[in-house]
């Protein structure tokens, strides 16, 4: 197999793998790879072995022959039309090495943009002013201007109809809609840990977050609101390509009221650990187009190396006091705390969340209480007190119900806590 054929494998890698609904922790269990090796196969940042690629066959269930059919399959020779009307095109469609955009008429882009790969802008027809480190640079017809990831840098045609500019695959853009070919370049977050997510991986795409997204501390863009009730109308006016929600975090209702104000609205589901893996790379995969990033990749590496769980012990774990309600079924802190060896005692619960009286709680069989300090701000002096019979684990809050990037260190942060 040669290098180019190696490389194109790293598709139908990806596409085997997501339709046996595996995460990349549990395809590198089976096979023995790391996780970060076999996220740069698929992204075709690395080149497999004989050996490796038959190790992931293996863990795929498949063959070699069938993942090289499958590669060749999908090699193609497709033509771009030219487009008569102003905006924005993809030059080519779909998701390639490369990814490029053509500008035609009056655009204006006043924000400023930060991309971690290079990039490279043509001018073809027309005149662009773009600002860069603080010097402005006027670019004519035929010009060519490159930029180092890294660089801030804002830009407009001074003169239609303006330009195209093309990029590595691992830029932060250009993105596409998970509807369409529309550039996604304004993000809305309904959901404190999928911004946290988005920030950390393109945090100029976010233009709208809720009163409840408090990570990372610098955020700038613009308040829309709590998760359970949003500002609809504040949502509409920035104008999202793409808005972010969860169907345990949001309302259906608001929801629904942002489709019906032409909002594209991603909405996923986190229950257990591989569920969160998988929705965090629909949303930036996917939704917004970009590389998978690296702390995604750590983050699978660090539980995938957690020792295998000791016996399991009954615990209790309140989220809420007045009135206490706790950790019932199918919950990702649920999932969470299995991993580390802890089994909540009400996870056959009817409810997600119950509220279950004081005495009960006490009684209930379970040898610890585990008091995380959020959503309610349990402490060593509000909360073990009320369970006097019982050692009590006071855990980080974020380690236990966020998924997102704190991910990489909440397996070792909870495993600590509950050890103590």
Not at 245 to 256: K, T, V
Request: a neutral charge.
């Amino acid at each position: 197999m040669d290098d180019k054929e190696a490389l194109r494998v790293g598709a139908a890698v990806r596409r085997r793998r997501r339709a046996l609904g595996l995460t990349l922790a549990a395809v590198a269990g089976r096979s023995g790879l790391s996780v970060p090796f076999l996220s740069q196969i698929e992204n075709e940042r690395a080149r497999p072995s004989p050996g490796s690629l038959d190790r992931v066959a293996r863990a795929l269930e498949t063959t070699t022959e069938r993942l090289r059919a499958a590669a060749d399959s999908a090699r193609s020779v497709e033509v771009v039309r030219a487009h008569d009307d102003d905006g924005a095109h993809r030059l080519v469609h779909g998701r390639h090495q490369l990814s490029a955009l053509e500008f035609v008429g009056e655009q204006d882009l006043g924000r400023e943009f930060q991309h971690r790969n290079d990039e490279l802008m043509y001018v073809v027809e027309g005149a662009v002013e773009v600002e860069a480190e603080g010097r402005a640079h006027r670019l004519g017809r035929g010009d060519t201007l490159f930029l180092s990831g890294g660089v801030r840098h804002r830009w407009r045609a001074t003169e239609p109809p303006g330009c195209w500019s093309s990029r590595s695959p691992n830029t932060s853009t250009p993105r596409t809609t998970p509807g369409g070919d529309g550039v996604v370049t304004r993000v809305v977050s309904l959901v404190p840990s999928l911004t946290e997510a988005v920030a950390a991986t393109a945090p100029e795409l976010l233009v709208g977050v809720t009163d409840w997204c408090t990570h990372p501390a610098e955020l700038t863009a613009a308040r829309i609101g709590g998760t359970k009730n949003p500002d609809v109308a504040a949502v509409a006016a920035l104008r999202p390509d793409l808005v972010v929600a969860n169907e345990e975090e949001n309302r259906p209702s608001d929801l629904a009221a942002l489709r019906e104000a032409g909002a594209e609205v991603l909405v996923t589901e986190v229950r257990t650990l591989p569920q969160a893996f998988a929705e965090l790379e629909r949303v930036l995969v996917t939704g917004c187009g970009l590389a998978r990033p690296r702390w995604l990749d750590e983050a699978e590496a660090a539980w995938a190396a957690l020792p295998p769980a000791p016996a399991l012990r009954p615990a209790v774990v309140p989220v809420w006091r007045r009135p206490w309600m706790v950790l019932g079924r199918d919950t990702f802190a649920g999932d969470l705390l299995a991993r580390l060896g802890v089994r909540n005692v009400y996870a056959g619960h009817a409810e997600r969340y119950p509220r279950v009286p004081l005495a009960e709680l006490n009684a209930s069989g379970a040898e610890l209480v585990v008091l995380p300090d959020e959503p309610y701000r349990f402490t060593a002096t509000d909360g073990p007190e009320a369970f006097p019979a019982l050692p009590a684990a006071l855990v980080d809050g974020r380690h236990l119900t966020w998924y997102g990037p704190s991910l990489a260190e909440a397996a070792r942060g909870l495993r600590a806590a509950l050890r103590r």
